[in-house]
């Protein structure tokens, strides 16, 4: 039996809003009954301010598809609709007091029905940009499409790489072997043969003068911009300012949608090369960002 | 999560029994009084030597094998599978194909999956949408490349048999050593493997209301062997390790009742899986039970609702205080259905929602009742949720009536 949450069990026994909505002038459908997860979700939206006024649900799937229909539905009524597209599947599990990682794709579906009612209330055509494929790290709960994906992106060849870029593996590696078949699939189709890296060197914390750490920041930089170039992209340095590195994104890597996990790749080579929590913070963000703030 | 003051309904003894009274009884001094290494030289290992030789005695009954000595202990029915086949490989390096079924428990397909990668060809047999084997296409794959042949007794989710029996003579006929997994089996019905051609036979004691972590392979004399674990000289060479000797005492305990409880398990714990089977199927609509249900284990019932979702079921059977188990998907963190509602070509409308119930000697009648009053409600309940339910029951053509507007 899986270890719900008091929230998650309460929403399951007594959902909320379940059922057919009949005046719904939005709905958004997702999933199918061969993945074994479906969820229907109705909206009835206030044309003049476009406000939820209601919403409702039908499922298809488990104790927890079931809970988090029934509180995604409780989290958006009263929202305009750009409140509720701000709604993520964290919020979702969070609501619920969270949920096993092997269930987070319940919340996903919950926020993917909710952007598909959206778009068929305003006539637009959703498309689905999650392709799920079987859960591979459930620490971190990633799934087998997104390592690859990420390998592939990112010409990574080692555990320790898809651990950085994706967190898969930085759990409790028992997903190890799973990450490796990845990598060796992917790397064969590059006419490459996976070999399995040695167990990293322990860093030993000592103190570096500023012109060793920046040397260093270099060299995680330097490091990265093959990778980057080969995609007709590239990584440059701008400036340090204690604990964030500010970096320029250039050619197919400036608003390439694989940018944030490019950039969390970078940071946690940084954060493994200093030995101390940095930022990597790209520039045309630095406004929104507070000054030293340090990764989550 | 129950309901209070209702009496809980243990109906999951597919994954685990509960260890009979008698054996715990059993087993308690050889915690205490009786600690001594059966492999001591002295009169506290000789002690415990001399009853675990009792406990062997017990077993082989209950397999109906020849010698005692043809019973290797071990930590369960996956260790007995894994060192069944790696040791017919090792005995037979010449030979590079293991023959094995769709339907197998994982660990047999997870081993040989392993096996794959590493070289090896697994023959997986088909089965029919009832769960059975077709004889001809076995027989084919019966050829001097084979190693061994590896398939379950008895199915562990639907209870469907195989004609082991039958197939281990074709394979002796063709060379090829015959292990069976027989988890589900032992304990269940009558076993004769003195007469029998089967070589290797796993088992495994909490399976038979013996105690978890032992569990035992049945090692025909003279079948060729090699040893999984290496070290001390304990069964003989063939398994090292210091015996778990309170489970070797337990599964002894456990073997002696399976023997005195055999009829009932064929008559009482049918009769009452029979009327729970007809009990639900009468109440509740676009249900079926799957498998073989002519030609299956005494005790078990696999039923597939369709349009609801296995997980959902069981949460709510288990506020009610009954506990079954699912073959659906969400029950293990993936989205695919069981692996063997999938190779009998269980539609998916209804092989997400396929709820096992397995019943021991211990149920009772007024248990059965509870639980075909308690299903209907729940299935009602759920499909009430579902999209893909009307007001009269299933949509039509469901994969069109519920359209994602994605592709």
């Known amino acids: 039996m899986w270890d719900y949450s008091d929230t998650v069990k309460e929403h399951f026994y007594n959902p909320r809003n379940a059922g057919a909505l009949a005046d719904a002038n939005a709905i958004g459908e997702v999933g199918s009954i061969s993945c074994g997860d479906a969820l229907r979700l109705m909206l009835k939206v206030d044309p003049g301010n476009e406000t939820i006024l209601d919403a409702s649900f039908q499922t298809f799937g488990c104790g927890s598809a079931i809970a988090s229909s029934s509180a995604l539905t409780e989290i958006i009524k009263g929202k305009t609709l750009e409140q509720a597209l701000e709604v993520s599947n964290q919020d979702i599990a969070d609501f619920l007091g969270g949920l096993p990682p092997e269930k987070m794709h319940c919340s996903v ?23 799920e494929g079987a859960l591979i790290c459930k620490c971190f709960a990633v799934d087998a499409v997104m390592i690859e994906e990420t390998i592939r992106a990112n010409n ?4 320790e790489q898809v651990t950085n870029y994706t967190k898969a593996g930085g759990g409790c590696s028992s997903c190890h072997e799973g990450i490796e078949e990845i990598l060796a699939k992917v790397l064969a189709e590059r006419g490459e043969t996976f070999k399995a890296a040695p167990p990293p060197e322990k860093k030993v914390p000592g103190k570096m003068t500023t012109l060793e750490r920046i040397r260093k920041i270099e060299q995680v930089i330097e490091k990265a911009r093959p990778n980057l170039q080969r995609d007709h992209g590239d990584i440059e340095l701008v400036d340090v300012d204690g604990k964030n590195i500010y970096v320029s994104m250039k050619g197919a890597c400036a608003g390439c949608q694989m940018e944030a996990a490019t950039l969390g790749g970078v940071q946690a080579q940084m954060v493994e090369a200093l030995g101390e929590l940095v930022k990597v913070i790209p520039v045309k963000a630095t406004a929104k960002l507070a000054p030293n703030t340090l990764p989550a | 999560m129950s309901i209070p003051n209702l009496t809980p309904i243990y109906l999951d003894n597919n994954a685990t029994t509960r260890c009979a009274p008698e054996a715990v009884t059993a087993m308690l001094p050889y ?34 094998a020849e010698f005692d000595s043809e019973i290797i202990y071990t930590a369960g029915g996956t260790e007995a599978d894994n060192t069944a086949i790696l040791s017919a490989l090792k005995a037979n390096p010449e030979r590079k194909e293991i023959i094995t079924s769709t339907v197998e428990h994982h660990a047999v397909l997870h081993l040989c999956e392993q096996l794959e990668k590493e070289g090896y060809t697994i023959h997986k047999l088909k089965v029919d949408g009832k769960g059975r084997l077709d004889l001809d296409e076995y027989a084919k794959l019966l050829t001097d490349k084979v190693a061994v042949v590896s398939v379950m ?16 003579e074709m394979a002796k006929a063709a060379g090829i050593l015959f292990h069976t997994d027989a988890v589900q089996a032992v304990g269940k019905i009558p076993l004769n493997l003195k007469d029998s051609a089967i070589d290797m036979l796993s088992l495994s004691g909490h399976k038979l209301h013996g105690p978890k972590g032992i569990g035992a392979l049945y090692l ?30 337990g599964l002894g305990v456990a073997a002696e009742l399976a023997l005195e409880h055999m009829e009932q398990e064929n008559t009482y714990v049918r009769a009452l899986r029979d009327k729970l089977q007809a009990g639900i199927l009468a109440a509740v609509p676009n249900a079926f039970a799957t498998g073989d249900v002519d030609n299956r284990l005494p005790n078990t019932l696999n039923i597939a609702f369709e349009y609801v979702e296995g997980e959902a079921i069981l949460m709510l059977l288990n506020k009610q205080g009954i506990a079954a188990s699912s073959g659906s998907a969400c029950t293990s963190g993936s989205l695919e259905p069981s692996h063997v509602m999938r190779a009998m070509g269980i539609p998916y409308t209804a092989a997400h929602g396929t709820i096992r119930f397995s019943l021991s000697r211990e149920n009772t009648e007024a248990e059965i009742d509870r639980v075909i009053a308690a299903v209907p409600p729940i299935i009602a309940q759920l499909r009430k949720l579902s999209p893909y339910w009307g007001e009269n029951g299933p949509v039509t053509d469901p994969e069109k009536a519920f359209a994602p507007t994605y592709a």
């Not at chain 2, 999984?228 to 390790?241: S, W």
Request: hydrophobic share 35%; with cysteine; charged share 25%.
């Open chain 1, 156 to 159: 990574l060849c080692s555990v």
């Open chain 1, 109 to 131: 579906m919950g926020r993917e029905a909710l952007q598909a009612a959206v778009a068929n209330y305003r006539g637009e055509e959703w498309k689905d940009d999650h392709e």
């Open chain 2, 220 to 249: 025909r004399r003279g079948a060729r062997f090699r040893p999984l674990l290496r070290g001390g000289g304990q069964e003989r060479g063939r398994r090292a390790g210091t015996e778990n000797v309170p489970g070797i005492i």
């Open chain 2, 153 to 168: 007794w008895a199915n562990n989710e639907t209870g469907t048999y195989f004609p082991v029996e039958k197939m281990a």
């Open chain 2, 31 to 64: 915690f205490t009084e009786q600690f001594g290494n059966p492999s001591s030289m002295h009169s506290f290992g000789a002690k415990v030597g001399h009853a675990t030789k009792g406990a062997r005695a017990s077993l082989q009954k209950l397999l109906g």
